[in-house]
C-alpha cells in the first residue's frame, strides 16, 4: 500500500455533468459557526419518552480521518491499493461535535469503497465546502475507482441504513446520488461548533510553564505541559495534541532531541501503513540564532517563537494551522515561513544588548509591565505568586552561577545564566535579560573572568525586578 498525501484541489460542491468522472464518491459535509466558542455543555438528561441525544465533545477532524483509516489500512495495504488522504488548507483543527457517530459513518462508508475496489487508489479528505455568515460546510469524502461487475445491492442498502440512522442519532441529513458513470455521492450534513487547540508545552522553568501556560488559556485553548523532552515526547505520542510548543534546552533530552524522536516516530507510523496527521511543532527561546533555527528546521520543527512570548505572534501561529499541509511527509517549515497572508516574523526584532562595559538596569525601567500585563492580565494573585517563584528561583541560580564562575566550571555557569536567561526573557525583563546574554556570550567564548566581572551588575538587575514584581501595580 501507498500512502499519498496533499494538500489543495476544491472538492465537488454537487452531482452536475461538469464534474462527473468514473470513479465514486462518497461525502460527509458538516456545517460548523466559523467562532471560536466555550466547549458545548453535555446533552440534557432524557425526558419521559424520548431518547438521549449524543454528548457533543471536541476532536480533530484530521485525526477522526487517522482514526477511521486504521480499521481498513490491512485489507487496502493487501490488495495493493493507493490510499490518499487530502486535507484542505483551511480545514479548522478542531471542532465540538459527534466525533464517535461521524467515525462510525465514514468507516462504513470506507467499507464501501473497499468492497468496490479492485485496483487504484482509494482517496478520504476532508475541506470546507462553503462559509455561509457564521456557518461552515466542512465536507468528509470518500473517493474510489469502483470495480466493473455487479456488486450487493442488498449490502450496500443495509449499509447506508445503518448510515441513516447514525445520522438521525445527531440531527445530521445524509443523502446519495449515483451517475451512470459510477460516480456516486452521500452527503452528511451535523451542525458542531469551533473549539480551542490541544496544546503540549514543553518547558523546564516553572515561571515559563506558568506564563505561557495563562497566555495559551486566555486565548481559550487547554495547555498540557511537561518539563524535559522525553516527557514531551511521551505526551505527544499519547495525547496527538494539535500544537507543540517546544523549548530548545532542556535537561534529560533537549527540544531538538524529543523533535526528531517525534518526526522518527511519525515516519515509522507511515511506514506501517498508517495514516496521521504531521505534528506542528514550534519552538521556543530566548533569542534565536542563525545556526539554531537551521538546527531547528533539520530536526523538523515548523516555526519558534521568541521570549517573551507575544499573544499577536502566538495567534498567528494558530490562525496557520489549519493551512498546514498536515498530509504531506515534507516538512511545513517553508509553508509557514512563506505564508503570504499576516506571517510570522521571521527576525528577532527586540533591542539588542548595550554593548559597553558592564552597567546596572536602569530603576525606573527593570523590565516590561505591559509584557507582563498582556501574559497574566489584571490578576494580582496570580502575579504575586510568580513574584514569590522568582525570589526563590533568581537567587538559587544567582548563587550557583557565582560558584561556578569562582572555581572555572563552565558548563555549571551556562546551565545557571541560560535558566536566568529564560525566566528573564519571559517576564520581559529587558535590561537584566541584557546583562544575562552578554555573560552567556562571555561563557561561550571561554572567557569566565569577563562573565564574573558582569555578576555584580546581574545581581542588582535581578534585586531591581524582584522589587518592582513584589510591589503594587501602579494604578
Known amino acids: 500500500m501507498r500512502i499519498q498525501g496533499k494538500c489543495g484541489g476544491a472538492p ?73 488522504v487530502t486535507i484542505e488548507s483551511d480545514v479548522e483543527p478542531r471542532v465540538i461535535g459527534q466525533p464517535g457517530l ?101 518547558e523546564d522553568h516553572p515561571i515559563n510553564r506558568i506564563v505561557t501556560t495563562r497566555i495559551l488559556e486566555r486565548m481559550g485553548h487547554r495547555v498540557s505541559a511537561v518539563s524535559d523532552g522525553r516527557q514531551a515526547v511521551l ?81 498567528r501561529i494558530v490562525q496557520h494551522l489549519p493551512r498546514l499541509p498536515g498530509a504531506t511527509a515534507s516538512s511545513v517549515f517553508e509553508t509557514i515561513l512563506t505564508a503570504p497572508a499576516d506571517p510570522v516574523p521571521l527576525k528577532d526584532e527586540r533591542p539588542a544588548p548595550p554593548s559597553g562595559g558592564p552597567t546596572a538596569a536602569d530603576p525606573d525601567r527593570p523590565f516590561d509591565r505591559d509584557c507582563l500585563r498582556r501574559a497574566l492580565g489584571d490578576d494580582p494573585a496570580l502575579i504575586a505568586g510568580i513574584a514569590a517563584l522568582f525570589e526563590q528561583q533568581s537567587r538559587s541560580a544567582i548563587g550557583q552561577l557565582g560558584a561556578a564562575l569562582r572555581c572555572g566550571d563552565i558548563r555549571s555557569a551556562e546551565m545557571a545564566v541560560h535558566s536566568l536567561k529564560g525566566m528573564l526573557a519571559m517576564l520581559g525583563a529587558i535590561d537584566a535579560l541584557a546583562l544575562a546574554q552578554r555573560m552567556e556570550s562571555a561563557l561561550l567564548q571561554r572567557s569566565p573572568r569577563q562573565a564574573l566581572r558582569l555578576l555584580d551588575a546581574l545581581e542588582q538587575a535581578l534585586a531591581q525586578v524582584r522589587q518592582v514584581l513584589r510591589a503594587p501595580a501602579p494604578g
Open 12 to 84: 465537488p460542491t454537487g452531482m452536475t455533468e461538469n464534474n462527473a468522472f468514473p470513479s465514486e464518491r462518497l461525502f460527509l459535509t458538516l456545517r460548523l459557526p466559523d467562532r471560536p466558542v466555550a466547549p458545548a455543555p453535555p446533552s440534557l438528561p432524557e425526558q419521559p419518552g424520548g431518547p438521549v441525544g449524543p454528548v457533543s465533545v471536541d476532536f480533530s477532524p484530521a485525526h477522526l480521518i487517522g482514526d477511521c483509516l486504521r480499521a481498513c489500512a490491512g485489507p487496502i495495504r493487501a490488495r495493493g491499493l493507493t490510499l490518499v
Open 235 to 315: 505526551a505527544a505520542q499519547a495525547q496527538r495534541p494539535d500544537l507543540i510548543l517546544m523549548d530548545l534546552q532542556m535537561p534529560l533530552m533537549d527540544g531538538l532531541q524529543a523533535t526528531r524522536h517525534i518526526r522518527a516516530d511519525e515516519a515509522r507510523t507511515a511506514a506501517d501503513g498508517i495514516w496521521r496527521p504531521r505534528q506542528t511543532i514550534v519552538a521556543m527561546t530566548a533569542h534565536m540564532q542563525d545556526a539554531d533555527r537551521e538546527a531547528g528546521q533539520a530536526a523538523g520543527m515548523d516555526d519558534y517563537l521568541t521570549k517573551p512570548l507575544d499573544p499577536a505572534c502566538l495567534t
Open 102 to 202: 461521524i467515525s462510525e459513518v465514514l468507516e462504513r462508508l470506507l467499507a464501501i469503497a473497499l468492497n468496490d475496489t479492485a485496483r487504484g487508489s482509494i482517496e478520504i479528505g476532508c475541506a470546507v465546502i462553503s462559509r455561509l455568515g457564521t456557518e461552515i460546510e466542512l465536507a468528509f469524502w470518500v473517493r474510489h475507482h469502483r470495480a466493473i461487475g455487479a456488486r450487493d445491492e442488498t449490502a450496500l442498502a443495509a449499509a447506508l441504513a445503518i448510515c441513516q440512522q447514525r445520522c438521525e442519532q445527531m440531527g445530521a441529513r445524509l443523502e446519495r446520488a449515483e451517475s451512470p458513470e459510477r460516480t456516486g455521492l452521500l452527503q452528511l450534513t451535523a451542525l458542531v461548533q469551533a473549539s480551542g487547540l490541544r496544546v503540549l508545552l514543553a
